[in-house]
């Protein structure tokens, strides 16, 4: 790997310290709540047909993962295994070229976290992208290519 780029992040956060202490039924309930809380805005989004058809259609994207095979069982294992936390002591680790991108109105992350990774990883970049959320990659689809694309053709100094 000669480059690494992050998109609105976990890594500082993201643990769920109870995750250890499911057990079944609990755990696959657990599991299944966080699901629903996902698909509700979709399922109020077509049933009252006001919303913009781009935005209903990106949360279809957003949501794509949800339907996968084996999703559910995945996602349990990963919540007792304490999540992301083992993370967050690995970040100052990475030592190759980093370029953070982040979106000024985050409002699953929020944005403090992107100041963390700067200023724990050496070789790094942030770059804010305004008037844009969690998923860049469906609000600004272009913008994000474009600050992608030019971070990987840059040579290193």
Not at 21 to 45: G, H, I, M, S, T
Not at 103 to 124: C, H, M, P, W, Y
Request: proline content about 6%; overall charge negative; glycine content about 8%.
């Amino acid at each position: 790997m000669q480059k690494l780029v992050l998109l609105n992040s976990v890594g500082y956060t993201g643990s769920f310290p109870l995750g250890p202490y499911l057990f079944p039924p609990l755990d696959a309930l657990a599991v299944e709540w966080w699901r629903q809380r996902k698909l509700q805005p979709l399922l109020l989004a077509t049933a009252l047909g006001y919303w913009n058809p781009a935005e209903v259609e990106a949360l279809r994207c957003a949501n794509l993962h949800l339907e996968m095979p084996g999703w559910q069982e995945a996602f349990a294992i990963f919540t007792k295994s304490g999540g992301y936390s083992h993370l967050s002591g690995k970040i100052r680790q990475i030592d190759k070229p980093t370029l953070i991108l982040w979106g000024e109105l985050d409002d699953v992350l929020g944005t403090d976290n992107a100041r963390k990774f700067q200023q724990d990883i050496v070789n790094s970049q942030l770059i804010w992208l305004e008037n844009c959320g969690h998923v860049p990659q469906i609000e600004q689809p272009q913008i994000l290519a474009q600050h992608i694309l030019k971070f990987a053709c840059e040579t290193d100094k």
